[in-house]
Nanobody
Framework: VQLQACGGGLVQAGGSLRLSCQASGSISNFFAMGWFRQAPGKTRELVAHGTKAGATAYAGSVRGRFTFSRDDAENTIYLEMNSLKLEDTAMYYC???????WGQGTEVTVSS
């Protein structure tokens, strides 16, 4: 299954973006999927993930501002990002947790 993230862009601090990740096939067999990001000069980090059962978890830096959701019927996962900060600037990727093959990310740039 290939995953394609989109929805990134340039936004002012305090603004919002909604990222989408469309899978080329069914995601219903994937227990946990997540959103990751990699800022320039930094390692990739997991920012949010969710399970088929509906449980979600967030990195401390985004908790309360980002919301993960998944729609298995549409084979899509989403990341709603609110109250964006300069430090949220990064390339964002979606993936199945534990998968080491990465698709193309979507760039988010937050300006002051």
């Amino acid at each position: 299954v290939q995953l394609q993230a989109c929805g990134g862009g340039l936004v002012q601090a305090g603004g919002s973006l909604r990222l989408s990740c469309q899978a080329s096939g069914s995601i219903s067999n994937f227990f946990a999927m997540g959103w990751f990001r990699q800022a320039p000069g930094k390692t990739r980090e997991l920012v949010a993930h969710g399970t088929k059962a509906g449980a979600t978890a967030y990195a401390g830096s985004v908790r309360g501002r980002f919301t993960f959701s998944r729609d298995d019927a549409e084979n899509t996962i989403y990341l709603e990002m609110n109250s964006l900060k300069l430090e949220d600037t990064a390339m964002y990727y979606c993936n199945v947790l534990g998968n080491t093959i990465w698709g193309q990310g979507t760039e988010v740039t937050v300006s002051s």
